[in-house]
């Protein structure tokens, strides 16, 4: 069995990537505890940051400042979008009430104009029937005036017939008219 090649530069306890991200964990606390700025340097092992100490306190104290600053105006952000949503959810509200009043308003009046309806179904049967009953009575008294006319002219034909018996006086008129002399 053949040993591993080990890496001198780095101690043993930074070997495995487990155990380098655990040392650089507590190194981080550490430094935190301190309250000292920390940056993190690239090794040649991807799996493990170093740590090394920048500034002291006052730049990371402005860093923190500027997101506590950040967070304010989020959170001031987020409570005039909350604002503002409970004035749109109030506006639609508003507006749902007049619309289901409407709503139901709409309803009855489609129930009323079904009764009306119903009930000017029967007087418009009725003026239907009476409307053909015209059209009739209009053919019959058609009829009733050309009857009429050709009674008329019966009555005139016979009028003359009875005067030209009366004008011609006939041979009955003659014997009843013939003095006895």
């Not at 430094?31 to 306190?57: M, Q, W, Y």
């Not at 503002?84 to 709409?106: A, F, G, H, Q, Y």
Request: hydrophobic residues 35%; contains cysteine.
């Amino acid at each position: 069995m053949k040993p591993k090649p080990t890496d001198s530069t780095r101690p043993k306890i930074f070997q495995s990537p487990a155990a380098a991200a655990a040392a650089a964990s507590v190194t981080a606390a550490y430094a935190l505890a301190k309250s000292e700025k920390l940056e993190f340097i690239e090794t040649d092992d991807s799996n493990f940051k170093g740590v090394r100490e920048n500034n002291p306190v006052q730049d990371f104290s402005i860093e923190i400042n500027a997101i506590r600053e950040e967070n304010k105006v989020l959170v001031s952000s987020v409570a005039k979008v909350k604002a503002e949503n409970s004035r749109v959810r109030e506006k639609i509200d508003e507006s749902m009430v007049p619309t289901s009043e409407l709503s139901t308003e709409l309803h009855s009046v489609q129930g009323q104009l079904v009764v009306e309806r119903s009930r000017c179904s029967k007087p418009e049967a009725q003026i239907a029937e009476l409307q053909k009953r015209l059209e009739t009575s209009q053919s019959i008294e058609d009829e009733v005036q050309q009857l009429r006319r050709q009674k008329s002219m019966v009555d005139r034909n016979m009028e003359m017939a009875v005067a030209q018996t009366q004008g011609s006086g006939g041979v009955c008129r003659w014997i009843a008219v013939t003095p006895n002399t």
